[in-house]
């Protein structure tokens, strides 16, 4: 509301803000609430009972080096119950800060809210490995194996950045994911060329997408029932393509030559960040390259601002002389295409042949991730590895034996992001005209 | 110094102006939403745009397009659907295969088989969903069209749930979960509780229909009082059930003694619903309670005052918040009552068709209950249509996949195909060239205008 804006409160972000980019957290001129740092506050009384006073005392051990690195770092090792009352001591001071700043009537900063989740995930980690038959994992290989699950998720949700940014609801990550996949392996088993099995599967996100956008822009059909719809569709076609085309001759149709992990020399032998950094597969480079291009291309280009204005207010960009519906169909494209190169992730690197469904539900995660990282691409790419890390954590702890149930592990990504939407990041929100159809005129 | 005042006069004209501009559209919505209250009975254009409240191309207009369009469009979706099913299970067939190859010596032996192997694909459906004329007995004949009934009893009351849901302006994605914490429940109180007949069966549904509304109502507390978004909130529900779910069949208090496969005791005889025509049909009570859930719905949706207070929601929350509706506690309400309905399919599927909490409970009657909805456009006798036709695809593919070969996933090709032309009218005309030919001209003329106005209009 304009009113409310010619009396600013003095502690409130200026719209100046923006500029490093989060331009969605802009909460001009709103109350402070009392939810951020209450529910900090619960949370840090949670890690002090269950993390800290209820810990075992054993000692959880962490190795931090691989066999391939040249240098060895000594494993880190924590007592479990000093770790934890350590870092729930640290948690409710952050809580209490934010307390703090509420009575002074203003908000948490960013860096709190995620260094806390950060210490809250390090107290949880050390209790649930403390509390293990073998209370010892190997952190580099949970973090490599973390941001290895997460390369669709982060595809996905960039899909999503994209689409929703220039305001078009994209549901449909999943369908776009699996068609990536499918056509991925059949296109590559075909043509036995893995590259040309990654272009194929670009080319048929974007197809899906282009559905989407067909049926969304120039039907005006709801975009959430679009996208719906979509998922079952992609799923019922690719469902009956392997069963009547790739089971028949899975040699010549679902056979594809994988995607070799690239080392670059040297470079990947650096403990924790080699594996990383330097030691993926041409798809988890992409994905890397994928998530810098977008967030400067929307934050940093003419093109960017173009699309960013559509997504906010089309009626403005219209009247400047941006084609909306135009912009949203090519963005809407490009995303698709990008999510199928995350759905080639699927069949070309993780296993080498297509299976009904083989995505898994991961466009939903993606879905989540893209709201839990605010409409940007760096806070997407952030909650898809802190996504694929509970992922990853869930397989290990289930090997470790841990008194914690897998099932709820698998259930973490999902809880996090209703906690997020319901508020525990501050009020997340997308682009004005997400989901809202251009008619001009 | 008297020229002062003809300008301020304007000025003073032109904002009151705007001001008239945007309670007419408000009004607009009002008036909707009273005319189909009073005595029409034609479905109100409500919903499934969940925040339409903004939408610059007025609601009304698009949601007529998605919801009222008229039955002949349906009919055509429905068809064309069909057509393009067809194309796929034909473009896959193996004699369509090697005719193709001589296809230009002689084209008739390819034509006729891909109408072969269309045809034998879709009669194969045909008998296994409605009449067998192969079968010994009359009976033997109409067991199809019951197996179709029972498939479709938890496709019609989710479906009512995410129908319900989209009156009101809500986007329900979550009956999946519903169903799960539906079956969670019921299916303990079938199990671990030994109550006498008629009492025990009473206290499964009721616990199923409490575990849904609890877990819908609960979107719905989310949505009231944060303004978080129902459908990432049913999302997430949906696989926070699952899990829940998965965990709680590999504890003791559900697992069946004796089993490491995640699997409940079967229920107690007493706690499940009878079958209505004797015991060689699986067609169970649950059918005649959609049937009468369906009338629920009817009368809550055109009837009744909350009902009212739902539809009106969905219209424009912002008009009815103003005319003294409680925006609130519509929303947390009707989503308790969708959950409650969809939590009925729980308990057909745990009382009913399976006799047993397995962690596929929901199958995928929850996301099928959207395009069902979606189907029936939002009112209830056209749900419990649309639940009996995408029961009766999904009856008839089991028998097809076993006599031709055609996968079972052809049916979820044809149910979203429906779904998308039905949602997109024009286009459907468009193939069958029913678009009425003054329209082009009309368009022309609109992007002339809009050339000429330099888009500034």
Redesign the interface.
Known sequence: MSTKLSSPRPGNPQPGDTSNGTGTNVVSAKPVTWRTPVLLTVFGLIALVFFGLLAPHQTASFGISTGEDFFQLPALAVNAFAGGIVLSVLLLGLAAYALFLKTKDRPAPGWLTVTFIVLFVAAFLIWVVGGARTPSISLAGLIAGSVTLAVPLVFGSLSGVLCERVGVVN?AIEGQLLGGAFTAAIVASMTQNPFIGLLAAAVAGAVVSMVLAV?SIK????Q???G???N??V???T???????MQEDSDQFNSPPGLDIIEIPVLSSIPIIGPILFRQSLVGYLMYIAVLVVWVGLFKTRWGLRVRAVGEH??AA??L?I?VNATRFWNVTLGGAVAGIGGSFFTLVAIDSFTKEISG?RG?IA??AL?FGRWNPIGAFFAALLFGFADNLQSIVTIIGTPV?S??M??LP??V??LA???LVG?SRGPAAS??????? | MSDKHPPKHAAEEGSSKAHRAAPAAEETAAVVSVDTAGGAMEPSAVP????SG????GPDT?LR??FTGSGMVSVLAVLLALIIGGL?IAS?DKQVATTSTYIFARPTDFLAAVWNAVTRSYIALFQGSVFNPRGNSVAAQFAPFMETLTIATPLITAGLGVALAFRAGL?N?GAQGQIIVAGILAAWVGFALHLPLGLHLLLVLVAGVIGGAFWGGLVGL?KA?????E???T???N??AL??L??LL?TPAFQRPGETNPISPILDPTAVYPQIFGTQYRLHLGFLLAIAATVLVWWLLNRSTVGFEFRAVGANPKAAQTAGINVSRSTILVMAIAGGLAGMSGVAQVAGTEKVLTDGVAATYG?DA??VA?LGRSTPWGTFAAGLLFGAFRAGAVQMQIQTG??I?????????I??FI??P??VRAVFGLNPRRKKPARAA?FRQ?ATT????
């Not at chain 2, 499934?48 to 925040?51: D, F, L, S, V």
């Open positions: 549901i049926f039907y005006l059909v709801n959430i029932i679009v719906v719809v979509l079952v569709l799923s019922g076609v469902g009956f393509l392997f069963s009547t085309v089309p009626q219209d009247t002389g084609n539900g939903f879905l989540a709201i149930p099932q709820f698998a259930m999902y809880l992001t209703v939407v319901a508020g009020k989901g809202i159809p251009y008619v001009k005129g | 499934a745009t969940a925040q903004q939408l610059p191309g698009l397009k998605i796929l896959t986007f994605i989310l009082r944060t303004g978080a978004h459908v990432i909130l999302i997430m529900f696989y926070i899990y829940f998965r965990y590999n996301f959207i395009t979606l055609t996968p996933d052809i049916v979820l090709v044809v149910q979203s195909l779904v998308l949602a997109a024009p286009l609109k809009a330099g888009g500034a209009a």
